[in-house]
């Protein structure tokens, strides 16, 4: 019998997990299913423990259970800590385990995908709702000579800057003109057709986009491109955190880039 892992959240229809570990799997041999889990909004602890009974042996945990299967978790990770949020959950090693492979997802995306050097570089952080909060101690610690977080409801952005030690956070309107070599939108305006509210000339000559959200050419990014910048959805960042997943279940460090391609190409 295959090992079981699935990806729990609601909604989860349109998630690619299941697809890029079934590419990871092929590509590995590692004997596994990864199925999909749709729990009810009240009901994330219940489906876990039930998968678990059935021997599922690990979860990722997409929206909107991540802080919640970090309550769940007996013990956690470093940066799942830091993020107070857990996207891969452990099962199958006594009581139940939680890590968070999205900040290394982004950072290895940005460093080894896109070529891009952290350090030294003036970086912004759109937003600062889970997804900004999961990936802001891995940035501070890739070591930016300037990081600074903005979202729509300013003292989120502040609040979040002061508690991992980034150079300063606030609303759009305090970013009076600065320019930024990296720009990440980790909001999700983007599914809503709309984009944070930047001047072109926040754009550094050579700066990168990157927006989370992926799949999707997104108003950001267009945005991006009419201000001269290089733009990228979050596919990258996809990938690379579930290649870090299935490495930390199966102790096996899956290749990404024929996955990234396939995922682009199709
Ligand atoms: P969340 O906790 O609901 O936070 C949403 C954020 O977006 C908040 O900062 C919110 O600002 C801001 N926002 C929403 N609508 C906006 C608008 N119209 N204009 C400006 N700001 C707006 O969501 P999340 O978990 O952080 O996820 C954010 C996005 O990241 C999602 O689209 C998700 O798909 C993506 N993501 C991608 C990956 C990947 O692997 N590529 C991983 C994780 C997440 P307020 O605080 O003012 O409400």
Not at 233 to 250: H, I, K, P, T, Y
Request: net charge positive; proline share 4%; hydrophobic share 45%.
């Amino acid at each position: 019998m295959p090992d079981r892992y699935a990806v729990i959240g609601n909604p989860v229809t349109h998630s690619k997990s299941p697809w890029i570990h079934a590419q990871f799997a092929l590509a590995t041999g590692e004997s596994m299913v990864y199925e999909r889990l749709e729990a009810p909004a009240d009901g994330f602890r219940q489906a876990v423990e039930a998968f678990r009974a059935q021997g599922g042996r690990g979860l990722n945990v997409t929206l909107p259970f991540k802080a919640e299967a970090f309550r769940f978790c007996a013990g956690a990770s470093e940066r799942a800590a830091a993020a107070q949020a857990v996207n891969t959950l452990v099962l199958d090693r006594g009581k139940p385990w939680g890590d968070n492979t999205d900040g290394v997802g982004l950072v290895r995306d940005l460093a080894a995908n896109l070529g891009r050097r952290l350090g030294g570089a003036q970086l912004l952080l759109l937003g600062a709702g889970g997804a900004a909060q999961g990936v802001l101690a891995p940035l501070v610690a890739a070591g930016a000579r300037r990081l600074v977080v903005a979202n729509r409801t300013a003292d989120k952005a502040h609040a979040l800057a002061r508690r991992y030690g980034a150079s300063a956070g606030g609303g759009y309107e305090d970013l009076r003109g600065e320019q930024f070599d990296i720009l990440i939108n980790a909001t999700s305006a983007g599914l809503a057709g709309e984009a944070p509210p930047l001047a072109a000339v926040q754009f550094a000559r050579g700066a990168l986009a990157y927006d989370m959200v992926y799949g999707r050419d997104t108003a950001f990014l267009a945005l991006a491109r009419a201000a001269g910048a290089a733009a990228h959805d979050g596919s990258g960042m996809l990938v690379e955190q579930a290649a870090e997943s299935f490495f930390v279940w199966r102790g096996v460090r899956p290749d990404t880039a024929p996955v990234l391609a396939a995922l682009r190409g199709g």
